[in-house]
């Protein structure tokens, strides 16, 4: 990967992220790739043990790793406690930047009602709906719908295509990525004489500061109360928030995981992808869940998760299958021989 063409020396890094230099301080790079393929004008990384055997190898110009790797190391690196962190910071250097212009695009509906701060930037095709706010330096890009009662905090960006459908509060600097929907109706459902009725969702959808929400993730807005997303989260894309969620700051959620309605789930907990939570259940803080878990009862202690089968070869999956089903009669039998019978 190539950023833009600002470059930055080992010495000026250093000294902007609080690292230490091994090497030739007035190395340049001016953009990062991968161990394998980055070029002496770039910068890497090494955290993942599993790729030490490149560092011998690689052709970056600075590589950004711990102390401990660093021994023996000829090239230029940068000494870093945690170094996906320290490269996460420096590479963001290198991300093209995109400043919207500040002003309505000819092409935008705005209702009359609707309040827009003049230093935010309405692209073009975008509908703003009856009493919605739109703060300072927001970014509203293009084809955009933001309903009724709605607001974007200040520094937010709807990148394209999102809609926020009704009564969604977005705090400060925000990110929701194409697709993304937000205030849709939660799946609440009555039978009434063998034909489902719709029961109203009159709550809203409000999302902290600094939370990033990705590509195609839909949240539902509150039954009666809101669904809260709280500060500092991370969504992926094509996750499933259903009504009067509660997710807690600091969390992480990976792409395909579906979220029943009513459940809460505490702060810094980490949701791996196509975890399924079940609904009215909490998740206390600090929880790890592993990959294809279902979540089907509260967890209260923190740690670690797991409840997915591993990929085996058919046969054998299929052996294991026939043996589940003879789970119960066979502890029928342990307990009866136990009691001594027959």
């Known amino acids: 990967m190539t950023g833009t063409e600002t470059r930055h020396t080992a010495a000026a890094l250093a000294e902007r992220f609080g690292l230490a230099v091994h090497g030739a301080p ?44 660093a021994a ?25 930047a995109s400043d919207a212009p500040a002003g309505v695009h000819g092409s935008a509906v705005i209702d009359p ?36 009662d709605c607001v974007v905090g200040e520094g937010s960006r709807l990148i394209a295509r999102v809609t926020l459908v ?12 194409p697709g993304a929907v937000l205030g849709a109706a ?14 109203p969702q009159l709550g809203g959808v409000v999302v902290g500061d600094d939370s990033d929400i990705g590509a195609n993730t839909t949240i539902d807005r509150g039954a009666l109360d809101d669904t809260v997303i709280e ?66 009862a509260s967890i209260t202690e923190p740690g670690e998760y797991s409840a997915g089968i591993p990929a085996q070869p058919t046969r054998e999956w299929r052996k294991n299958a026939v043996r589940i089903r003879q789970l119960d009669s066979l502890a029928r039998r342990v307990t009866a021989l136990g009691k001594g019978e027959t």
């Not at 320290?86 to 590479?91: G, H, L, N, S, T």
């Not at 009704?166 to 990525?177: A, E």
């Not at 969504?235 to 969390?251: F, W």
């Open 231 to 296: 500060e500092d989260v991370r969504l992926d894309n094509l996750i499933q928030v259903g009504h009067n969620v509660r997710i807690g700051a600091h969390t992480a959620v990976a792409g395909c995981v579906g979220i029943a309605g009513s459940t809460k789930i505490g702060r810094y907990c980490l949701l791996a992808g196509k975890v399924g939570v079940a609904g009215h259940l909490e998740i206390c803080d600090r929880v790890v869940v592993h990959a294809m878990t279902m979540v089907s």
């Open 26 to 69: 007035d190395t340049t790079v001016s953009g990062v790739g991968t161990l394998a393929g980055a070029t002496e004008d770039q910068l890497s990384f090494l955290s993942n043990p599993r790729y030490r055997a490149q560092l011998s190898t690689t052709r970056a110009g600075i590589v950004v790793l711990r102390e401990a790797d």
């Open 72 to 96: 023996g190391y000829a090239g230029t690196a940068l000494i870093a406690r945690d170094p996906y962190v320290a490269y996460a910071k420096i590479a963001a250097l290198f991300e093209p």
């Open 113 to 148: 009602t609707a309040q827009i701060d003049p230093t935010a930037s309405i692209g073009p095709l975008v509908s703003i709906g009856a009493r919605s706010v739109v703060g300072a330096g927001a970014s509203i890009g293009p084809g955009c719908v933001v309903g009724e």
């Open 166 to 177: 009704t009564r969604v509060r977005l705090g400060r600097r925000v990110t929701l990525h």
């Open 186 to 199: 939660g799946f609440g459902l009555a039978m009434d004489a063998g034909q489902w009725i719709n029961v």
